[in-house]
């Protein structure tokens, strides 16, 4: 009878060849909902200095060989610095010797949702964010409750419309939408003045089936997990407002030998006959203008 031998660190280590780490950071990608909104911008380790306009040049008309007026635009600097996040991850090496193949697949996803979760909880909330205070879009001060209008005066449609209303009055623009999976029930059957569904899928190649892709009120919308925070279940404005980038892709440690903290304990894996994958990358985000968006709250209570 054949005989399977044990497996090792460095055998283990071959299910984790370079090109599949990379796979974890595409998968965050499609995870995260923010991501899918925002753009990416290349990101050194060092950082990058973004300028933005603090004011813009204005033209006259002015006479037949009359003087030219002066004029100037104004122009500002921004920093974006990559912050790390990470994850171990620590299984049974019975459970690696069973399908080691299938084990870096699920751990793939489980760690790229990890990741998706808490950047967007980061960039919406600031929730144990390393990006500085107020670089977050929760930041505004602009919000409508879901809920408001009745449906003879439009429904949710004119819940939505209302805050395209708070953006476009403060000289803001509106494209796109990020909700959180609890409000997709109040989307589902919802419809315009003129009777046609208020979201209208848009499946796409690059989406996670975590995330549900469509267009409400024409514009790109999101509705996946992670979005929600207390009464707030997503998020409409000018999505280029904000950036996000990475430095590079995952880099990742495997080992049997350390000893890792879990639930408070410090445990080794070589007395426990445990695995240890460790996953880092470095991300950065920027929010150049909170106000150019609006948050959407739940319905009140009745």
Not at 65 to 79: F, I
Not at 141 to 159: E, N, R
Not at 206 to 231: E, F
Not at 245 to 250: D, P, T
């Amino acid at each position: 009878m054949a005989q399977t031998a044990a497996t090792t660190t460095g055998q283990f280590a071959g299910f984790i060849r370079p090109e599949q780490a990379q796979g974890y950071f595409d998968e965050a990608r499609r995870s995260s909902v923010v991501q899918q909104l925002t753009r990416q911008i290349p990101l050194g380790a060092a950082g990058v200095e973004i300028p933005y306009t603090t004011s813009k040049p204005t033209a006259s008309w002015v006479a037949e060989a009359g003087q030219k007026p002066t004029t100037s635009g104004g122009k500002g600097l921004k920093t974006i610095s990559p912050k790390k996040i990470a994850a171990i991850s620590v299984v049974s090496a019975e459970v690696v010797r069973a399908n080691p193949g299938g084990y870096m697949d699920d751990l793939r996803q489980d760690i790229g949702e990890a990741f998706a979760l808490a950047f967007d909880a980061a960039a919406l909330y600031g929730t144990n964010s390393p990006f500085g205070a107020g670089n977050f879009i929760n930041a505004t001060t602009k919000a409508v409750t879901l809920g408001t209008a009745t449906q003879d005066k439009g429904g949710i449609f004119a819940d939505v419309n209302a805050g395209l209303s708070l953006l476009v009055n403060d000289k803001k623009r509106l494209t796109g939408f990020a909700f959180d999976s609890i409000a997709e029930p109040l989307f589902n059957g919802a419809t315009d003045t003129n009777g046609r569904p208020l979201f209208i899928d848009s499946p796409l190649e690059d989406a996670s089936p975590l995330v549900r892709g469509g267009t409400l009120l024409g514009r790109p919308a999101r509705i996946g997990d992670g979005v929600t925070n207390g009464t707030v279940l997503g998020f409409g404005g000018n999505w280029s407002k904000a950036v996000w980038g990475v430095v590079g892709g995952i880099t990742y440690d495997v080992s049997t030998q350390a000893a890792v903290t879990i639930d408070g304990e410090l445990v080794s894996l070589f007395e426990n006959n445990l695995v240890a994958v460790r996953a880092e990358a470095e991300y950065g985000w920027l929010v150049d203008d909170a106000q150019s968006f609006v948050k959407y709250n739940e319905p009140a209570a009745a």
